[in-house]
């Protein structure tokens, strides 16, 4: 199996625990504003064109489309596409959700004002290729904005959590190699990729009302609670 492949199985398996998980925190009071705080203060004011890379179940493609953005979401896991798909239908103002590679998102250039992504960077194979891919879908001084935290610090195979996960089984040397950020101590080194790719004004902010909402509720299961980040940068005009 290639790389792809195996994050891909991992997450198509993962999709209905995962997917609980996410319209559960949904409908608990608070967490669909915060989100919405978050990616408000993200994107442009005005309706924008975006690509949700790596939408999994397409929770961030729906919110996004409820605020008034014109969402593609693509995922490549099955699993998660198919979650996605029957989430968009119950919304009012539906994303569009595709199949497709967030390492090599095919559109034409210049598609897209925003390309946005939640959970994305620490599993994206290949990161530099995908930002060059994602400039040229962008149009001149589009926006990558990206939500991330440090998942496993302390490594994959050595990580309590990731073991409950079962990610071993799918995320193994192989993977790792692959994926530079994955085991990162700092989202600096997320924040550094990010520049070294190409990407301008990158900028990190630590989203600090999502770290106290989530002290107060818990972490996913498998997972303790990390501050989490909004990465943003422009591609080159």
Known sequence: MTVQQRI??????????????????????????????????????????????????????????????????????????????????REDRPPRILEGDMVAPDFPDDSFDVVAGRYVMWTLRDPHAAIAAWCRVLRPGGLVAMVDSTWFPRGVVADGDAVQLGMREWYDDHVLAALPVAEASSIDATADLMRDAGLRDVAVVPLDELLSLDLVRGAAPGHVVRTQYLLTGRSPD
């Open 8 to 89: 891909d199985a991992y997450w198509s398996g993962r999709a209905p625990t995962y997917d609980a998980f996410q319209q559960q925190r949904e409908a608990e009071a608070g967490d669909r504003e915060v989100w919405s705080r978050v990616w408000t203060g993200a994107l442009p004011s005005t309706p924008c064109d975006v690509l949700d890379v790596g939408t999994g179940s397409g929770v961030v493609a729906c919110l996004l489309a409820s605020l008034g953005h014109r969402v593609t979401g693509i995922d490549h896991a099955e699993g998660m596409l198919a979650t996605a798909r029957a989430n968009a239908a």
